[in-house]
């Protein structure tokens, strides 16, 4: 709905107007180079931001200041470029301010670029780094997608100029869209662990399936190389972890994982002999809702709240364990599963179950609860 508005009154064109896009099979190690290239500028650019998010959430200064501060050096940082460097119609202080579409796009339509040009473009990418993490990082209220977008297409623009000088034969001037394009998306696509939606928009951006091939490849390169860096601090690890998928597999997952991967050893454990009023403390300092009664080193049975309040307060200091243990309680085995181990929780009405070892079930290994188990699930790992 909100395109569709927007559309209405913008156009419903594509965000940059282009030559024709190109490429040969020759060039793929060049669209593998800017992978490269990519991922490794990601993972400056996500360091550089949360260092500097973190340095300006140190600061104990009003939290209205701290963006003040920070688009204020980067005012500065650009007015002196302005100055120093005025090369190019002031190419590399006009590129930093805003998003930067405006120089993308003036870009595309220069060809490859030579030397000098090529060097303020260099330190744009330099510029436009500091000065998104300054005014971003400080507090303030903008995006993280269009500054990427901007400096990988400036990649991009890089990594075949360069090219161009050292083999001039392997890259063409019509080439560079395709390149700009890739950068694009292959540092987008490191920074935030989305290279699949990256690669469908190539296709959107270039009206064309033509790029599908060096996408694939510069993406997945960045991706990589960009390893656990990102953007984005809600993403989570896998779609096991997140909420949104839990449904999906977590049954079949749990039937495969022993109760081994969800099992804690802090049991609180007392003895028949001791007091019913000793276990009910025992109880209260307990991290579980059920005590193991232990008896030497063997296991003889449980005890939860609701045994404990059957007893009398009067008669809790003299009664003893022994008398309200439960001997047969539900139980699992070193030989179940996590599945076995939720159902039999959800038909008992408990949220922890004691665990036994299965050659000898009078010696008690640990304890699952749910809470274990789905920590297990939200970040799973294999022992």
């Known amino acids: 709905m909100s395109y569709s508005i927007f559309g209405s009154f913008d156009g419903f064109g594509p965000e940059f107007a282009a030559p024709g896009v190109g490429w ?3 060039q793929l190690p060049i669209f593998a180079l800017l992978g490269l290239v990519a991922g490794l500028l990601g993972i400056v650019y996500v360091v550089l931001f949360y260092r500097t998010r973190a340095a300006f959430r ?12 920070g688009a204020g050096i980067a005012g500065l940082l650009i007015a002196g470029l302005y100055y120093l460097i005025p090369q190019e119609n002031h190419l590399v202080a006009i590129g930093a301010i805003g998003i930067g579409y405006g120089v993308v796009q003036w870009l595309l339509f220069q060809g490859h670029l030579g030397l000098v040009v090529l060097l303020l473009v260099v330190g744009l990418i330099v510029v436009k780094l500091v000065a998104t993490t300054l005014t971003i990082g400080s507090g303030g209220s903008a995006g993280l997608f269009g500054p990427a977008i901007v400096i990988g297409a400036l990649t991009g623009f890089v990594v075949v100029s360069f090219v161009d000088l050292a083999l ?48 694939m490849v510069a993406i997945f390169i960045g991706f990589y190389i960009a390893g656990r860096y990102h953007l984005y601090e809600e ?42 009023e000793a276990a009910g403390f025992a109880l209260s300092r307990s991290n579980h809702p059920v005590l193991s009664v232990v008896h030497g080193d063997q296991f003889v049975g449980e005890l939860r709240l609701a045994d404990i309040l059957n007893v009398p307060p009067a008669q ?24 076995e181990a939720v159902g039999l929780m959800d ?11 299965a050659t000898a079930p009078k010696h008690l290994v640990g304890i699952v609860t749910r809470e274990s188990v789905a920590r297990f699930q939200r970040a799973p790992r294999i022992d």
């Open 58 to 69: 140190a600061w104990k200064l009003p939290i209205w200041s701290r963006p003040a501060i």
């Open 168 to 215: 001039p034969t392997l890259a063409t001037p019509g080439d560079v869209t395709a390149f700009a394009v890739i950068g694009m998306m292959a540092f987008f696509g490191s920074v935030s662990k989305a290279p699949i939606a990256t690669i469908l928009m190539v296709v959107e951006m270039t009206g064309s399936e033509a790029l599908l091939v060096p996408a």
């Open 347 to 357: 038909n008992e009405g408990v949220d922890a179950l004691l665990v036994v070892d």
């Open 235 to 276: 993403q989570v690890p896998n779609r096991l972890a997140s909420p949104a998928h839990t449904t999906e597999y977590f049954a079949e997952f749990l039937k495969h994982m022993p109760v081994a991967q969800a099992l804690e050893h802090d049991v609180t454990a007392i003895a028949p002999s001791d007091s019913v």
């Open 24 to 26: 040969s099979p020759l």
């Open 316 to 339: 809790r200091p003299v009664r003893l364990v022994s008398e309200i243990v439960d001997t047969g309680p539900p139980l699992l085995t070193t030989n179940s599963n996590l599945l």
